[in-house]
């Protein structure tokens, strides 16, 4: 008697592409001293945006809009001045250009790329920042802040999150916009410029944040991963609850439902639009915006768990029939 087949579904075929070995490829490159930490506005930063953009294009992920690279300016008062933060918005900075006092200019990049849907007025987004704080040529030591876990670890997600949606082989129902944002270190400032300019803002039914998936908060707990998301949509946690099941992924999540997940990264941008996000993180550590945060230190089985749990939180975005809002 022949022995019944068990066809792969697409999120099968997805998660056999995840892996530690590209995350450490993508980790190792971002997060080594050659691009000198990454901060926004600087050689580094620049050097990890070309990159995902070679990534992307090496995928066959499509440009969104045309273009990969997406600049914009960001603008802050003289840094003896006191007060006020970076502007983003094309009218602060034409403001400020006007006013004729001394001002910081930086020109930076967000990195975009996406798959379409078969309903392309409808959009998810899964997005994580590139940029750290660079280098202090004034510290003893170690002076590169490499920062492997933020968000070296983030960015690798969203890389593997791609491909694995190409690898499903299946159209998904809403489009995908996959999101490197700059300047996050001062300010949130890549998300706050997408917000403020993509013309489809109306058309975002949900957000996948990452911000820090690498590292344990406490030792004897390595497992552990903090999972914000809208307290409105209580299916997100149950889509992880199910999947943490059903794959048997190595995680324990802390489930944080929150009426407005506005503190801490890049969700905030959307969170302020009512927008419903998921946010994966793993908290703090001694090596938090500290030159310590290194590629060795990364806990890579996390990472990987994580970026599946995750993948499988995006297909259900791009395909649960029921709307987010």
């Known amino acids: 008697m022949a022995t019944a087949v068990h066809a792969e579904t697409p999120e099968e075929k997805g998660l056999k592409t995840i892996n530690q070995t590209t995350a450490q490829a993508h980790v190792g490159f971002l997060a080594s001293d050659d691009l000198q930490g990454r901060e926004a506005g600087t050689a580094g930063g620049h050097i990890a945006g070309q990159y995902l953009v070679a990534q992307l294009q090496t995928l066959g992920i499509r440009p969104l809009d045309g273009s990969y690279l997406h600049p914009f300016e960001a603008c802050h008062p003289e840094r003896q001045q006191k007060g006020g933060r970076w502007q983003v918005h094309p009218d602060s900075v034409a403001a400020m250009r006007r006013s004729g006092a001394a001002f910081q200019l930086l020109s930076l990049n967000n990195v975009l790329g996406m798959i379409e849907g078969k309903n392309p007025n409808e959009i998810v987004i899964v997005g994580a920042h590139y940029d750290h704080l660079g280098t202090d040529p004034f510290l003893a030591g170690d002076r590169i802040y490499n920062g492997a876990d933020d968000n070296a670890s983030g960015v690798s997600a969203v890389l593997q999150i791609a491909r694995a949606f190409l690898a499903t082989g299946k159209k998904p129902e809403r489009t995908v916009i996959f999101a490197f944002w700059d300047g ?142």
């Open 184 to 325: 996050e270190e001062k300010g949130l400032l890549g998300s706050r410029a997408f917000a403020d300019r993509f013309p489809k803002m109306d058309c975002v039914k949900g957000y996948l944040n990452f911000d820090m998936i690498g590292r344990n908060s406490d030792e004897a707990h390595p497992e552990q991963v903090t999972y914000f998301y809208t307290e409105a949509c209580p299916a997100f946690g149950q889509w992880l609850k199910e999947d943490v099941r059903k794959y048997d992924l190595k995680l324990a999540p802390d489930y944080r439902p929150w009426d407005k997940p506005v503190g801490g990264s890049d969700n905030a941008s959307f969170a302020l639009r009512n927008i419903p996000i998921i946010w994966y993180h793993t908290g703090g550590h001694p090596d938090y915006h500290q030159p310590g945060d290194h590629t060795d230190k990364i806990n890579w089985d996390k990472v990987v768990n994580i970026t599946k749990a995750s993948f499988l939180n995006m297909w259900k975005m791009a395909n649960e029939k029921v709307p987010f809002k």
